[in-house]
Each structure stands twice: as C-alpha cells, then as structure tokens.
Nanobody
Framework: QVQLVESGGGLVQAGGSMRLSCAAS????????MAWFRQAPGKEREFVAA???????NYTDSVKGRFTISRNNAKNTVYLQMNSLKPEDTAVYYC????????????????????WGQGTQVTVSS
C-alpha cells in the first residue's frame, strides 16, 4: 500500500510561482508512474501532468510551457513546478501513482491510477 502526501499549496498572486511536492511511502517509488490532477469547485477532476518510470512527461495543453513535473526517486518524491500562474489554475491539486507495467506509461486517465494523495489547495488571486 502506497501513501502519498502533498505539500506546498497556498495563496499566490497571478504571475507568481509555486512548487508542489508529493512524498510517497510504503512502496517502490521508482516502480510507479506519477501524475498530478486538479479539481476546481464545481468541476470534474482533470489531468495536469504525468511522468513515467523513465522520466518521460506529459502535460495538458493549458499548462504546457508553464508547469514542469519531475521526480526524485532517491527521495521518493514527485514535484510540480508551476510558473506564470493564472486564476484559472486555482484548484485542489492531487498527486497519484500508477503501478504501470509499461515503463513509458504516463496516462491522462485518472482511472489508471491506483493511489491518491489527500490534495493540497492552490489559490491564484487576480
């Protein structure tokens, strides 16, 4: 059983930056594809970014060029560096882990993910 704990959320002004972290425990971190999803009030959970076991990344179009996902297997942690933040980035951000059999897998489908963190609130003021 893998436990995921997000941190780093908070309030930031539009145009600012923020880095989210997700610490994993209870499993072999390097064996999982990792992803960030977000959910705004009244909206469905949406894919933000993913990173495969081979460090191949995938982003939703609205964050390309602004967000960067990375992982540190030695620290069992995945990060989401968010730059040029916009009010529409306001949401609860969740990290997720996928016991993907393929080392290239970095799915955008939340149903592919086996473990989830509790979420961290990111609020971007205009």
């Amino acid at each position: 059983q893998v436990q995921l704990v997000e941190s780093g959320g908070g309030l930031v002004q539009a145009g600012g930056s923020m880095r989210l972290s997700c610490a994993a425990s209870g499993g072999t971190f390097s064996g999982y594809a990792m992803a960030w999803f977000r959910q705004a009030p009244g909206k469905e959970r949406e894919f933000v970014a993913a990173i495969s076991r081979l460090d191949i990344t995938n982003y939703t179009d609205s964050v390309k060029g602004r967000f960067t996902i990375s992982r540190n297997n030695a620290k069992n942690t995945v990060y989401l560096q968010m730059n040029s933040l916009k009010p529409e980035d306001t949401a609860v951000y969740y990290c997720a882990a996928d016991r993907a059999s393929s080392p290239w897998s970095r799915s955008v489908n939340p149903l592919e993910y086996d473990y989830w963190g509790q979420g961290t609130q990111v609020t971007v003021s205009s």
